[in-house]
């Protein structure tokens, strides 16, 4: 079992950066893939990026390629998203996940990310 908790999130200003950090409690944090999803108002929960568990491969949606960045620190037990360039579309809640044997089925409770135009 791992728990998840959210910060970094906040008010920015369209062009703007924002580190999303993810912290992560349980010994076994290593062996997790690791991924932080979106939720904006009245839409679906939405894939943003992923990381494998040794950091060794990343994947991200096409909305936010060339612009975030995810990573980890597993001595830390830490997962990174690194937001640049933000654009008031990527206004939503950001969720930290473990990804487990039947997906992504470890959830932290979500970091508000508020864009201004």
């Known amino acids: 079992q791992v728990q998840l908790v959210e910060s970094g999130g906040g008010l920015v200003q369209a062009g703007g950066s924002l580190r999303l950090s993810c912290a992560a409690s349980?010994?076994?944090?290593?062996?997790?893939?690791m991924g932080w999803f979106r939720q904006a108002p009245g839409k679906e929960r939405e894939f943003v990026a992923a990381?494998?568990?040794?950091?060794?491969?990343?994947y991200y949606a096409d909305s936010v390629k060339g612009r975030f960045s995810i990573s980890r620190d597993n001595a830390k037990n830490m997962v990174y998203l690194q937001m640049n360039g933000l654009k008031p579309e990527d206004t939503a809640i950001y969720y930290c996940?473990?990804?487990?044997?039947?997906?992504?089925?470890?959830w932290g409770q979500g970091t508000q990310v508020t864009v201004s135009s």
């Open positions: 996940a473990a990804k487990g044997i039947n997906g992504f089925e470890h």
């Open positions: 349980g010994r076994t944090f290593s062996m997790y893939g």
């Open positions: 990381i494998s568990f040794s950091g060794s491969n990343t």
